[in-house]
C-alpha cells in the first residue's frame, strides 16, 4: 500500500479520537445539567425483597430521567463482572452495583478507577485492600439487623422474675422455659461470603455471647448453622433436613423472609406450629412475613428496607458531577415484634 494510504489512515483515527473526546465532553457537561447515564448491575430476582430493590433503582432513574443501563447477574459473580467490563467499555459515567459476595473485585475495580468511572458499593459491603477503589457504600445495616434480632430473644426469653417488673399485658412472653438448660437456636444463613450473612450473623452472635445465666452458662446456643442462599426452596429443604436431625428446637433465626415462608411449610408439614412451638425471628420485612407475624407464625420482622433507589440516584449524580459523598451511608429501618400494634403498618409493597 501506498503511503498516501497510510497518511489517510492515520488521519481517520486523529479525527475518531478527536471527535470522540468532544462527545465525552458534552456528556460532562450534561451531567452538570443532571443528566448522565448509570450502569447498574444487581445481583438476581431471588425474591420479593430483591426485586423490589430493583425496581426501586428503576423507578427512581426514570423519574430523575437519567438513561439506566441495567444487568441482572444472575447470582453469579462472574456475569456480574463482565457485566461491570461492559459498563466501563460504554463509558458509563456512574457505575453502582450490588455485589454478590464480598471478595473477588478488586481487579475489576481497578479498571473503572483507571478509566475514570467512580463506583457505588449497593446494599452488600465488599471486602478490598484499597478503599479508595470505590467512592462509598449505600445500604442497610446488616451487624444491627443481626443485633436487633438477638435482642429481640433477650426479652422473648427473660427469666420471669426480671420481666415481673414489666406490667405490661401486651408482652408475650414464653412461659415456662426450662432454664436448667440453653435455648436452642438454629440459623438458616444467607449467601455464603456475603456481607449481609456475615454481618447478621456477627451482630447476632455479638448479643448473644455477651449474655449469660447466674451460673456461667450462656442462656443461648445456636445448635446448628447452614446456608440457604436467600431462597424459599432451600429454606423448606433445609428446614426438613434440621428436622429430621434435630429435636427441642426452640428458635429459628433466619437471614431473610423467603427462607423463613420455606421453613414455615416444612413445619406446618410437620404439624409444628411456626411461632408456638417454635420461636421464627425473621430479617427483611416483606408483606408476606408481616402477615405472617400478624398469624402468630412469626414472632419477630426485623426490616432490611430495599427502597434504595431515590439514595443510589442522589449519589450517583454527585459522583457524575465530580463530587464527593459520604463513605457509608445507611437506610432507615425499624423492628415489628408479636409486642407492637401492627395494624398500623403500612403496606410493604414488596
Not at 8 to 14: E, P
Not at 50 to 57: A, E, K, L, Y
Request: net charge negative; with cysteine; aromatic share 8%.
Amino acid at each position: 500500500m501506498s503511503c498516501k494510504f497510510y497518511r489517510y489512515l492515520f488521519c481517520l483515527v486523529i479525527m475518531c479520537l478527536f471527535f470522540s473526546g468532544c462527545r465525552k465532553s458534552a456528556e460532562k457537561s450534561d451531567v452538570r445539567n443532571g443528566n448522565f447515564i448509570l450502569g447498574f448491575s444487581q445481583i438476581g430476582a431471588e425474591s420479593a425483597w430483591r426485586m423490589c430493590n430493583t425496581r426501586s433503582v428503576q423507578e427512581a432513574a426514570a423519574a430523575a430521567e437519567v438513561q439506566l443501563l441495567f444487568f441482572n447477574a444472575e447470582q453469579k459473580q462472574e456475569n456480574q463482572i463482565k457485566a461491570i467490563r461492559s459498563l466501563i467499555a460504554y463509558q458509563v459515567d456512574v457505575i453502582a452495583f450490588v455485589p454478590i459476595v464480598s471478595d473477588g473485585w478488586e481487579h475489576v475495580l481497578i479498571e473503572a478507577r483507571d478509566a475514570g468511572i467512580p463506583v457505588l458499593i449497593c446494599d452488600r459491603e465488599i471486602s478490598i485492600h484499597n478503599d479508595s477503589l470505590y467512592a462509598g457504600f449505600i445500604g442497610t445495616d446488616s451487624l444491627q439487623q443481626g443485633r436487633n434480632a438477638a435482642e429481640f430473644l433477650l426479652k422473648k426469653f427473660a427469666p420471669l422474675e426480671s420481666s415481673a417488673e414489666n406490667d405490661d399485658p401486651d408482652i408475650h412472653q414464653t412461659e415456662p422455659y426450662p432454664f436448667d438448660r440453653p435455648v436452642r437456636i438454629v440459623e438458616l444463613s444467607g449467601t455464603e461470603g456475603s456481607s449481609v450473612a456475615i454481618k447478621r450473623g456477627l451482630g447476632f452472635r455479638e448479643v448473644l455471647d455477651r449474655h449469660h445465666s447466674v451460673g456461667g452458662v450462656p442462656e443461648f446456643e445456636i445448635i446448628y448453622s447452614k446456608s440457604g442462599d436467600f431462597m424459599r426452596s432451600k429454606g423448606y429443604e433445609l428446614m426438613h433436613s434440621i428436622l429430621d436431625k434435630l429435636n427441642d428446637i426452640d428458635v429459628v433465626f433466619s437471614h431473610n423472609d423467603s427462607m423463613t415462608l420455606g421453613a414455615i411449610d416444612a413445619m406446618k408439614e410437620r404439624d409444628i406450629k411456626p411461632g408456638t412451638d417454635i420461636v421464627i425471628v425473621t430479617i427483611d420485612a416483606e408483606q408476606a412475613a408481616i402477615n405472617a407475624l400478624e398469624r402468630g407464625e412469626v414472632n419477630c420482622v426485623v426490616e432490611c428496607n430495599p427502597m434504595q433507589g431515590p439514595e443510589i440516584l442522589r449519589l450517583s449524580a454527585l459522583l457524575a458531577a465530580g463530587e464527593s459523598i459520604p463513605r457509608i451511608s445507611y437506610m432507615a429501618e425499624e423492628v415489628f415484634s408479636e409486642d407492637d400494634d401492627l395494624s398500623h403498618i403500612p403496606l410493604r409493597g414488596y
